[in-house]
């Protein structure tokens, strides 16, 4: 997307931190709103793309005891929050370098921890002054404030109201693992016991949670911040060849492959307006998932 967009729509949204409150599988929730809609029997949405969304435990106990057959969007809202949730900051940057599908720049999103998380930091691990062990300066994550969990990269077209989810990825925890394994390694200016509390109480709280919490983020910005319904996510396949990446290079696959299909991401052969002119390429060898938000289940 061109650098210009990504500017104005930093520009336009609300600047400072936007709070992002997240428990396991709130996701569901989050989907379910919009699949519901104004209102729907719950016999359409398990014939509809957010099928698998009732059979979560937290959702199919729910259902249990609605004993409706019909589903209105106040029943889900009143279900979403009731678990304790952790409250993530949601801060705005941008990303101009390598592993984008198209020339231009990206909207990056970056999920900030909570402040539990930067209180323990400060104490266990005492990094030093402008020192930042866990994060790679070359990669897109909040400078000031809140440190950051993960980001998602978005190409973002306004005109056809399409957006294309690049990646989303997380620094922090792969590093704070390396250290913990290695830690003669560890140049923070804390002691080594210190850093070893801090991994053995941060990983178990965010290891499971952090990339479906960011790709939760990321369709919650796409379609309440910015308005906009149809979502594409790169497979495996089109990562590498639409970014030029060597496979040795390549990041997680269930990244690619089971996070978009728990979010009902489907292949279904379409791509975005602006990569119609590799559809062929794309949709035989590369397919992209695809989540619409503006269709309904009913």
């Not at 599988?25 to 029997?41: F, I, P």
């Not at 969304?53 to 259902?63: F, I, T």
């Not at 029943?75 to 979403?80: E, F, G, K, P, W």
């Not at 002054?129 to 990669?139: G, L, M, Q, T, V």
């Amino acid at each position: 997307m061109e650098t210009k967009l990504v500017d104005d729509i930093v520009a336009i949204l609300p600047q400072g931190r936007t709070r992002f409150d997240y428990y396991p599988e709130r996701y569901a929730w989050l989907l379910l709103r919009h699949a519901v809609g104004e209102g729907c029997r719950i016999a359409d949405l398990k014939q509809s793309p957010y099928a698998g969304l009732l059979q979560k435990p937290r959702v199919k106990a729910w259902l249990a005891q609605l004993g409706n057959t019909r589903l209105q969007p106040d029943d889900v809202l009143a279900a979403d929050g009731d678990a304790t949730p952790l409250h993530f900051t949601l801060t705005l940057g941008r990303w101009q370098g390598q592993q984008t599908t198209r020339d231009g720049g990206n909207l990056v999103l970056q999920l900030n921890f909570d402040r539990s998380h930067d209180q323990r930091y400060q104490a266990e691990v005492a990094p030093g002054k402008d020192c930042n062990p866990f994060s790679w300066s070359c990669h897109p994550t909040n400078r000031s404030g809140r440190s950051t969990l993960a980001w998602a990269r978005l190409d973002i077209d306004l005109d056809t109201g399409e957006v294309l989810i690049e990646e989303i990825q997380n620094d922090w925890l792969r590093e704070v693992r390396y250290y913990a394994d290695h830690p003669r390694w560890f140049d923070g200016e804390g002691d080594t016991a210190g850093m070893q509390r801090y991994a053995a109480w941060l990983l178990p709280r965010y290891q499971r949670i952090w990339a479906e919490a960011m790709l939760a983020a990321a369709v919650w910005f796409v379609r309440e911040e910015l308005g906009i319904a149809r979502m594409f996510y790169h497979s495996p396949e089109s990562n590498l060849r639409l970014k030029n990446l060597e496979a040795d290079w390549a990041p997680p696959r269930s990244l690619y492959t089971d996070l978009p299909r728990q979010f009902c991401f489907r292949q279904q052969g379409t791509v975005p307006h602006f990569l119609r002119h590799k559809r062929a390429k794309l949709s035989r060898h590369a397919p992209l998932y695809e989540l619409d938000l503006g269709r309904k289940a009913a």
